[in-house]
């Protein structure tokens, strides 16, 4: 299926990557892959999604399996296929195989992991049958993942330290990944492009097909649960069965990830006509500021926590230019005014989780001593760090109306003087905007791995109402 | 977004079930629906499915909760969303107005659920995390569901007897799963239709893209993993890289599921180009002659055994006419020759589950007293029962040349004398074909749910061509 040239650099790769690990402590570890999980009967899995850790390491989604990790040394531990599993699944490639193509020093069936689990370090993964193995095998209480201790805790720190920045072969899966992603989001607007949501029926779940059909036509899956609803202010909607209307604003957040597990995580907003109102269109383009006043400060050195506070603040200016909040810019981000209608942070880190690491807690998102703001307009940040060539972030600022915030009594009281409740009721029909891409730090500043899929109002228009056509 | 009226439909069968279950049984049950498996990180889960046979009594898929059934009675057990919940994933339906939808007799939440385990039974669900919570509210063991003791038996044989045979709002349900998986596996052909496979890059993924795309596009969400492969000789096929080539059969197995559960299962094999060569036509029309014969068979009180025996007969005398095999019909399915090309069971139960009620084991599937057979032609046989109306059930024969089987020193030794291998030979273009429907048993005879996808050659050659253009 791949090509030998394929492998070899991805054992290049991994070799770099567990060199420099073994640089950094100096116990062994062990990583499982772990398994996929019963829907309804055993023999109907979920499909099989190998632990972030695992595959950073081991490169490959390698069901069941475990690698050993000492002093820049890989050892496989998997078994070999069984032959029922020959006559149903087909041939598959044998251990030696695969230990071949990661470039593994040695290989062996499960049966003599044991061999290796003196001192050795973990981390927790998510599905409860291999934990209860981790702990087994090891002996030991191992904590979650969010709260590892003693060498796990090391070991969760030097990994946070090789995932935070992207090497060659990660960033070459990552392109892919907002590749096709891209291609899902056009599809996605081809799927309404021309026709008339006033006469035919289409519903969030007609885009939300044509979107993550794209993914899987391309043989990738999706990074995570799709957003694709007309009820945006919702932030986290898995529903989709409402019916598009005009005058609907369509939220679509949906993202690729690659058979190796790297993930994409794109956002836009269009209307389902094809055309903005003209105060969906003046909220959108205030959303965009705040977006592209992020992109440019990106550069190494920045903290992400500032790039987060500039969205407040454009956003707040945007606000009050409309006449929708007023007052001074940063008096009202202090005062969290900002986080009535944009209550999330900026983004986060992306890499092989779409919240990159995110099973570790905040240990990745927070540099060394920093802990999460109780301020309501900081506590969501995911990511608190300076940035570093490597990193891939995401920006993500959004407007949304949420019923809960905007509605809740002690807010309004504590906002009365700031916001314009009858400006604000004009913008009725934009209940959630939320404009996303994914960027990458580079030593000059930064790289939108996402740029061909355009953000402006104009060409976001263009591409919905030309969209089956072109 | 559901109308009233069809919550008050849901309600009615959801009495007359539990009602009918309380005639069965003299004990209290409990039911749990489970929760989501986490992907990568928590807050990154697969997409949640509940328990079947929650579902069967519940109706609705309501994630964590547990239901009560004593005597006919229904309590619902549910936390209420927290307000944080609200904010992040909208307003949901209150607990109350949940209970109202269901008809259940009273409502709790799941801190209340301690006061009714005493002498409840239930059934261990699929995911661990909620099977631990099972056997420490229940204070005891709880055995894996496909071996249950005690009352738990009794209760999994009374839900058995149910099940098996569906009501009207369950064959609503599946009339809707098995129409909306017609329309994805003519968007499978019509991604094909009119393009030149030898120049085009088409991909197995491109075909599943577009077939599970048109079922997400309705709302649903797949039953099982889908097959879309052009090795259809690996009967589990789960990759989807392979490109398609002249000459090559596309092998698709691929179901829809309803949101509240119900499952469709069909299966179409077709060539890439339109036009099938003449051994691929000799080959289906003998695989489509089987499942023909077998249809007509079906009727109350036909044994389903004797429904593949008739499959493997038929497609028996296919291949003597085509001179494959040799011998009489009836010694050769008596020695299994039929299953070194028909390896595997003709079909099975359908419902909730696309093999209904396989996480009991055989209990679903095998009358009382019957037990699996030895035999290489039997022992895959998922369904041994006399047949009632209102079973629905797969008919799915098959031929395929599965390497681990034809080229099995053993096998070739053994059916030396019956197999023509430089005949065989001929037919190398044929590496696996399927044709698979859900046909409904009833009073008459049959109902094929799934008939508006054709399965002769010439229609199925006419869908493919035209397919981009009807
Ligand atoms: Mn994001
Ligand atoms: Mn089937």
Not at 87 to 101: C, D, N, T, V
Not at 122 to 151: K, S
């Amino acid at each position: 299926m791949e090509s030998q040239q394929n492998y070899d650099s991805l054992a290049t790769t991994l070799r770099d990557r567990r060199v420099r690990l073994a640089q950094l402590i100096d116990f062994p570890v062990i990583l499982w892959a772990g398994k996929s999980y019963p829907r309804n009967f055993p023999a109907n899995p979920f499909p099989f999604r190998a632990s972030s850790h695992f595959l950073y390491f081991a490169g490959l989604p390698l069901e069941g399996a475990a690698i050993y990790l000492n002093d820049g040394r890989l050892e496989l531990f998997l078994d070999e296929p069984s032959p029922a599993s020959t006559l149903w699944h087909g041939e598959m490639p044998k251990r030696e195989e695969i230990a071949q193509q990661m470039g593994a020093d040695a290989a062996f069936p499960l049966s003599e992991l044991a061999s290796r689990t003196a001192d050795a370090a973990t981390l927790a993964v998510q599905d409860i049958a291999t934990y209860q193995q981790q702990e087994q095998l090891l002996n030991r209480c191992v904590n979650r993942a969010n709260a590892p201790e003693g060498i796990d805790r090391d070991l969760a720190k030097a990994i946070v330290s090789l995932r935070l920045c992207h090497d060659a072969e990660a960033l070459s899966e990552l392109r892919k990944a907002a590749a096709v992603t891209v291609a899902a989001h056009k599809a996605g607007m081809q799927a309404i492009g021309g026709r008339d949501v006033a006469t035919e029926c289409l519903y969030e779940a007609t885009i939300r097909g044509a979107m993550e059909g794209m993914i899987l036509a391309h043989n990738m899956s999706c990074a995570y649960g799709s957003i694709v609803t007309v009820h945006g202010e919702v932030l986290h909607n898995e529903q989709y069965h409402h019916p598009l209307q005009p005058g609907d604003l369509l939220l679509a957040d949906v993202g690729a990830e690659t058979e190796r597990g790297w993930a994409a995580d794109v956002t836009r907003t269009f209307p389902v006509t094809g055309r903005f109102s003209a105060t969906q269109r003046d909220i959108y383009e205030t959303v965009l500021a705040a977006h592209n006043a992020c992109i440019e400060k990106i550069h190494p050195g920045v903290e992400y926590r500032d790039i987060h506070l500039l969205a407040a603040a454009t956003l707040t200016q945007g606000l009050v230019d409309l006449g929708i909040l007023r007052g001074q810019v940063s008096d009202l981000v202090e005062r969290d005014a900002h986080a009535l209608f944009f209550p999330h942070g900026i983004g986060h880190l992306l890499g092989l989780d779409v919240h990159d690491m995110e099973d570790l807690g905040d240990l990745a998102g927070y540099a060394e001593g920093r802990v999460r703001s109780d301020r309501f307009g900081l506590g969501f940040l995911r990511l608190d760090r300076p940035l570093q060539p490597g990193m891939l972030v995401t920006i993500e600022p959004g407007f949304y109306q949420v019923p809960a915030i905007l509605n809740d009594p002690e807010r309004r009281a504590k906002y009365q003087d700031v916001v314009n409740w009858n400006r604000l009721a004009e913008f009725a029909d934009v209940r959630g905007i939320r404009i996303e891409n994914d960027v990458l730090v580079t030593p000059e500043g930064s790289e939108v791995l996402t740029a061909t899929l355009p953000t402006e109002a104009d060409a976001i228009e263009e591409l919905v109402l030309l969209g089956g056509r072109n």
